[in-house]
Structure formats: C-alpha cells, structure tokens
C-alpha cells in the first residue's frame, strides 16, 4: 500500500505543469530528489519531468520557469505568476492602447487638414462652385455708339429691340407641377388656393390676345392632357411636348421695347424675351461702303455683333465700348430671378462725328447711279473735299447695297472704290508733269513745245495726239490734254524728277485716312535708259493710283501747294498740313487747268454759271489681263475745282467701262457739273465770274 500512494502521486503532477501553475507536488518532487530516497519508478517520472520542463524553458521572456544551472541541482521556480497570461498583461494593452489612439489622432488631423483645405486653403474655389448653382453671370451689351455726319446728323444708330418667344415644353410642365400640389396637399388649402390662382393666371387666351397669335396654335404645340395622372412621374414627363419647336416659339421677333413689354408683362410661364441693339441707317445705299456694315462676332458666345467694313470696322473700339457684367440669382430651371450685383460697370459707346455731309452724299450718289446707269458702266465712285482743311465732304459709289438688308450685298457693291481700287489714271496726271516741269526751272508757263507733226517715236513705240497740235504752251498742254507734249518733257528732264513729283503729291502711298482695304498703288521711277516708260508716266500710264490720292493732289493744287492731309473724322487733325510747292507755280496750274472746262478745253460740260472752274479730265484704256490694253474699253476721270480764283472745293469723279459715251468729257464731267454746282450752293461760296444772261 505504500509503494502505491508515490506512483500516483507520479501520475498526478505529470498533469498539473501543462496548465502553466505550480503545485506543491512538484515543490515535494524536488525535495525528495536532494533529501530522500526514491524507487526507480519515481526516478523514471522525475526524469520524464526533467525533459517536459527542459522543453517548455525555450524562453526566458515566457518566465514559467527559472533556467536550470546544472542538470544535477534542484529545480527552482519564479516567485512572480506568469506565463500564457502575460499575453493580456499591462505592457500590451498599454501598447495597444497608444496604437488605437495613434491612429485616431493621425484621423483627427487628416479631417483637420480636409477641412482647413476646404474652408480656408481653397475655401473661393468651393464657394465659386456653390454660385455656380445658383447664380450666373449675365452679359450687359453696351450701347454702341451713333456715326453722324458733320451737322451731327445720324447716319448709323443702335436701335434697341427685343424678341419674345415662348416654350410649350416649359409652359405644360408648369401646368402639370401646379396640378399635382393642389391634388397632394388636400390638407392645405391655402397653398392649393394660391396654386390654383396661378394655374388660372396661366390661361393661353390671354397670351395669344397680347401676342395676336391664334388660341388654338397655342393649345396645340402646348398639348395639354388633363386626364393624366400628374402624380406619376413618368406619365407626366411623356406628356411634355417634344421635338421640333418643343422649346422655341417666335410670338414677336425684333419688336420694340413697348411692344415685347405687352406680353412679357404676363409674366407667364414659358414665355422669355432676349433685348438687343440692332443697327439702323437712315441712308443706306449711298454710305453703304463707307459705313460698312455689322456681322456676328464669331468669338463671342452669346452672338454678338460687330463692326466688319468700312467706319465701323476702322473705329470699331471707340463705337462698341465695354459690355458690363451683372450676377443674377436663377432657379431651378436656369431662368434669371433678380440681379444680385453689378459685377462690371456697362461703358457706352462713343459717338464717330464724320466730316460728311449726309446730303452733299446723297447728292454724289444720286448723280453716280444717274451716270452709271446712263451709260450702261461697270460702276461709277466719285468724291468732294474741302480745300482748305483737307476734309472728305462726300464719298460714294454705285452700285451700292441696302445696309439693312445684307442679303443685297455681294463682292462686288460692297467695295468703296474711291480708296480700294487702284487703275491707271491717264491724263489727269498730266498737271503734276506740268508741276515738274516747272520746278526744274527749264520751263515757264509761256514755254512753247513743238508738238509736230502730232506724234513721236520712243523706242518704238509712237505716242499721238488726237490731231497735230503744233507749237504749244503749258495751258494748252492741258487744255488739249497732249501726250507728246507732255513726253518731250518728260524726256528733257532727269529720269526721276516725273515719278518724285507724283510721290510728293501724294501718290504711290496710302492716303491719311487709313481706311481698311486701302490701296497705295505704285509708283515706279523709271531708269535712264527706259525712255518708253518715262514717256508713258508722264502722261498717266504705267503707274496706279487710287481715287482719293487724286483727289487729295488736286486739293494741294488749288490749296496754292499746302498738302492737306485727308480726313473723315471731323476735328481729327492726325497728321499737320505741308507746303510741297511754291504757291506762284500751284495757281499757274489752276488756271492753266481753267481752260479746261472753257470753249475749245476737253470738259466743257463740267463748267458752273457764275463760277469759274478748273479740271482735267482723263480717258484711259482699260488693261486685258491676256496682256495689253482693250481696244474698246475705258475709264473716264474728272478732277476738278471751284471757283478757281479762289478754290473752296475739289471734287473727283469716275466711271468704268462706259458704253455710251468712251470720252471723260461727256461722261463725268456733267456729274461734276451737277454735284459741284449745289455744293457751291449748300455752302453759299460766292461768285466769281459774271451769270450768263439769255442773250449769251
């Protein structure tokens, strides 16, 4: 009995170490080991012992057990609980518990950061997206600016109009809307009285009475179905008319203020008006290519207009001014509630006061569609300038277009001829061969010039007269208009001083006015050798001009040699006036050029009762571009001015391609006549030569 109790004694402390606790019966096993005898049977269980706790001592962070210093002593273990419930012990929850609040903290500052972004770093971004919703801005078109003659009459105005249209799509889903609130809100009937007092106020009678449109047109594109069930939403969005014209109704299309107001006053729903300004001119076809006219800007989103020719191109900024910017509040459906701010103050245009004479304009247009028509030409342009202060006084062309309607426009009627198209002038630029002649000194107005036997041969070429003019002096080198005359000066003086003299009246560059598309023309100086080409720019070929660089030469002439710069812009002095000859030499010309227009001169229809009057006219062969000239086409010109003792106006006419008459002399001179006669008139310039009675 007693050799049992220690074996299961043996037994049971083999079980107790696996639970990770020290028992007693392990603290009597090793002290039996040093201090008692033990059987073999227990020395066997010792053993076993020994290597379960040499296993389980891996560890000395574990401490379950202290280490074995020698295999023989006794086994001694930590004083201090531990083991598999360390792993819950103060060091990891203290551990665990930084981590969790590590990690909440490094949160805490990633929204802190968010929100800082947000609402401080980008806080107008955030906010410019936020109006982006409920606001917009909205362009304010400036008032563009009036282009008036020179007695501040207008010749361009911005009309302000309106166009009001109408939306079926949006009115029927008002309706339908209103419906379906007086239908879900049986418990409030205020809310469905003032519902229903809006459902009634959209009644399409009134609009079609204020609109004058048809009731019926209105209820058809409307389509409304009052048997649908408005509280299902997808019976009501079928419901909404669609397709063409679903959302745009023209009921007034460029109307006035006042009318638009009779209908957007309704304030109905679906129906929108859009103001504008469109331009307006009072005299069309004879300032069309002076004025120019508007076109869409294609760089402008809402469509605006701008100018394309003409003034209102070349003064475009001054005219058009800044369009202003207003915020307005806008609802659901993108319409405009109110006006919050005024974001960009409106700057109206300025006002373009032209140096023309609205009915000195007429006047020239009127007699160039006369002329043109009469003699069946390709077109007809002439213009009038004041000598003394260089001022256009008139600038047309015909054919002309209707500056209203731009469907009359075309490639052709749209030029201003007078300052884009270049030509060669022919005899009108025989003066200035004159005024070389003279300023070399080798000539005196009482010079004579062998003209015999009419006709001189240049390298080839013969140069004719119309008939043999013999022995010639200054005045009737330009009465008689003479191209040998003209050739054999040109020949006696240096191979540049015909070609320097045109340059210094003007020609071969453009003229001051800077108008856009402006021609400069040529000028080219002949060598020494080309005698041909001398001799043909003495007498207006192989050169080309525009006709406001004529009529801007011809008003230094009968301004006594003082070029005054050429001007549109009333009180725009640009650019200073300039002596470019001796006022003895300009006025010998002017009344050499007298003669002219005087019994036995080439432009006795350009001569005015009462006035004496000096000019050149100019018949020119139009050039093939086969090469060459046409044997039956040509360009006529007339430059000329009165009176000439005194010249107040200049006035240049001409027609291309006559068919009734080839001759300047009886084609522009009598346009010349008519225009400059009530010129003199509406400027009460004086007389200067004696009224023809009956008798003469």
Known sequence: MSEKKPKSTAKNTSKKPASGKVTKPLRRASAAKSGQTSSKHDKAASNRKAKLF??????????????????????????????????GGFEQDKNRFRMVWGLALVILALLISRAYYIQVANAQFYQDKGNELITSERTQKSYRGMITDRNNLPLAVSAPLATVSFSPHDYSREYYELKRIIITNPSSPQLQARMQKRLDNMDLTKLAAAANISVDELKKVTAIDDSIDVTDEKAVKAALPSGAGSHYLPLLNKVTPEIAQSVSSLDFPGVYEKNFFQRYYPQPQSNAQLLGFMGQNAKDPEGGYEGRAGIERQYEKDLAGDDGKVLVLKDAKQNSLKEIKQIEPEVPGKDVALTIDS???????????????????????????????????????????????????????????????????????????????????????????????GSIRVRGYTIRDHNNLGMINMATLLQKSSNVASTKIALSLPADAISNM?????????TPLQFPGEGSGLIVTPKEKETSRRATVSYGYGLQVTLAQVAQAYSALAAGGVMH????????????????????????????????????????????????????????????????????????????MAPASNPKLVGVMLIEDPRGQIYAGLTVAPVFHNVMKEALRLYNVPLDKPLKTEAQ
């Not at 045109?502 to 453009?510: A, D, L, V």
């Open 565 to 640: 710069p050429l001007t549109l812009i009333k009180d725009d002095k640009s650019q200073p006036s300039k002596r470019i000859m001796a006022h003895e030499q300009a006025m010998s010309i002017v009344q050499m050029l007298e003669s002219v227009t005087e019994p036995g001169g080439t432009a006795k229809a350009a001569a005015i009762d009462g006035y004496r009057v000096a000019g050149k006219t100019g018949t020119s062969r139009r050039i093939n571009p086969d090469g060459g000239y046409y044997t039956d086409q040509y360009r006529n010109v007339f430059a000329g």
């Open 502 to 510: 045109q340059r210094q009246f003007g020609f071969g560059s453009k």
């Open 54 to 87: 040499g296993r389980i001592k891996k560890s000395d962070t574990q401490g379950a057990y202290t280490s074995v210093k020698n295999r023989k002593s006794k086994m001694v273990f930590s004083s201090k609980a531990s083991g598999a419930s360390a792993l």
């Open 359 to 453: 009915r000195l304009q007429y006047l020239l247009y009127k007699e160039l569609e006369k002329a043109g028509r009469l003699q069946k030409a390709r077109w007809s342009t002439g213009m009038i300038v004041d000598v003394q202060t260089g001022e256009v006084l008139a600038l047309s062309t015909w054919p002309s277009f209707n500056s209203n309607n731009l469907n009359e426009m075309t490639g052709e009627n749209q030029r201003n001829r007078a300052l884009l198209d270049v030509f060669e002038p022919g005899s009108v630029m025989k003066p200035f061969t004159v005024a070389a002649a003279l300023d070399s000194g080798k000539y005196t107005p009482t010079t004579l010039i062998d003209t015999n036997p």
